[in-house]
């Protein structure tokens, strides 16, 4: 069979401003080419479309033109909730084209809502729930559909049918490296976020499955609650065939939980450290996760930054919506990371329920005394499959616009924020209070030699970066 996987463009920024998100940071889309990979390990002739991708046309029409081009049998979508529309508009191009070809759509939007997609979304013939690659190779095998466990469809009547989710893949390892070779301009079309490296080019990976946490906010509907994750000869073999067959240096490696298995990570360091590839890393820790001798070990292996989901600055909030977690236990982490002589990147999350300009005040205030090298303030986004949705309409207004639903935009303003417009309002005012931070900004300056690589991209993009800067002036929206 052949076989097309899309990743649409999606609605990725805020209305009315240049979209620069593919500029700033491209990264690969991971799930879609493991299933890539496991699809061509079954026999198929596989291509991936990402429409995000270096030199991608700008249109649905043009891509529609250019994924037919390939005369696939069947074409799959891996989509967000604000990639979901975009996704679909491309797809009804293509079966407007091409009838006959057998559409697909999967991601954590579809596996959170589920068969009622196909209620709505006619051009769309199955949805896959959950892991893609086991349902993906029972579909494609010519299995009927309603055999195809994790599968979606419609009955003879026409009627939305949801079988059975398919078992978890019990041992990650059996799977094929992600087929990164599919990607047109890897490595060096793909890019990641300015002055979190050092040595180019870069690349992501994923080394786990699943977490065991159930923060307020997110969305388990693909992985679910269970751990699961690759060995540590897995990972460095992961690693080594990107540094060796494309030359990749830094990689950024996005587990939610990636050292919750201290045995596993301290055997991966002692690979690192015993046959050096020459790389750095960057990975994401949590907080109790993360003891001396394993920061010691992360950094002789090599790893630069290690980003913590800190959330906010107000304890209340905390317990709400990280329970488990707690603000000394992150300032002592934090230090003990930076003691280590690694960077130390704070991820924050504004606008949640309960939030409101003390608390803001309260986060703002956090994240400047903890001293960290870096940090990222997303735009809390209710998300249909998260523990917070149950309660979302009753703890403020929501604007239910899945193309503005990337934690880039405020849909979602907490009762005890008066408006929209507040909320923007403080959230430029803080996030530009951290980087205009002298205390900050002598860090920054210290390195800047180091990161002369993201500096060049900067200065030769810099229409771009100023256009989005100014999203952020007292005035932006």
């Known amino acids: 069979m052949r076989i097309v996987l899309v990743h649409p463009a999606g609605s990725n920024w805020v209305p009315g401003k240049k979209d620069i998100t593919a500029t700033a940071n491209r990264m690969a889309p991971l799930g879609l080419i493991s299933v890539a990979a496991y699809l061509e390990q079954q026999g198929h002739v596989v291509f991936v479309y990402d429409c995000l991708g270096p030199n991608a046309p700008k249109t649905n029409a043009m891509n529609a033109r250019l994924i037919l081009n390939h005369h696939p049998d069947l074409v799959g979508f891996s989509a967000t909730t604000s990639g979901f529309l975009d996704g679909y508009e491309l797809c009804k191009r293509i079966k407007d084209a091409q009838p006959k070809i057998c559409t697909v759509f999967g991601g954590v939007h579809v596996s959170a809502m589920g068969a009622q997609l196909l209620d709505r979304f006619q051009a769309i013939d199955y949805l896959i729930m959950g892991e893609g690659e086991p349902a993906m190779a029972e579909l494609t095998s010519g299995r009927a559909p309603d055999t195809v466990t994790g599968l979606c469809y419609r009955d003879a009547a026409g009627r939305s049918i949801a079988n059975p989710a398919h078992a978890q893949i019990e041992n990650l390892d059996d799977l094929p490296f992600p087929a990164y070779e599919k990607l047109a301009g890897f490595p060096k079309g793909y890019h990641l976020p300015l002055f979190s490296y050092i040595l180019a080019p870069g690349a992501t990976m994923v080394t786990s499955r699943g977490c065991p946490y159930q923060c307020s906010f997110c969305d388990r509907s693909v992985f679910k609650n269970r751990y699961r994750y690759n060995s540590a000869e897995y990972v460095y073999q992961h690693l080594r065939y990107l540094n060796v067959r494309f030359g990749v240096r830094h990689v950024n490696i996005y587990d939610d939980l990636f050292t919750a298995h201290r045995r596993r990570i301290a055997e991966l360091c002692g690979l690192l450290m015993d046959r050096p590839l020459g790389m750095q890393l960057n990975c994401a820790v949590r907080a109790g996760h993360c003891d001396d001798e394993l920061l010691s070990m992360l950094k002789s292996a090599g ?72 940090m990222n303030m997303s735009k809390f986004t209710p998300f249909y499959g998260a523990p917070v949705w149950d309660n979302i309409f009753e703890e403020g207004t929501f604007e239910y616009d899945w193309r503005k639903m990337n934690c880039l935009n405020f849909v979602f303003v907490p009762r005890g924020i008066d408006s929209k417009e507040t909320l923007d309002e403080l959230y430029n005012r803080h996030v530009k209070r951290f980087y205009t931070d002298p205390g900050w900004r002598r860090k920054f300056r210290r390195r800047i030699w180091e990161h002369r690589r993201s500096l060049w991209y900067f200065v030769r993009h810099l229409p771009s970066f100023l256009s989005a800067m100014r999203t952020f002036e007292p005035d932006g929206n």
């Open 303 to 374: 790893f630069l930054q290690l980003s913590i989901g800190i959330e906010t600055g107000d304890p209340d909030l905390m317990e709400a919506h990280k329970p488990g977690v707690h603000l000394q236990e992150i300032r002592d982490t934090i230090r003990r990371i930076q003691a280590k002589g690694l960077r130390a990147k704070g991820l924050f999350m504004m606008g949640l329920p309960g939030e409101t300009a003390k608390t803001i005040q309260k986060t703002s205030d956090f994240a400047l005394s903890l001293g960290l090298d870096d």
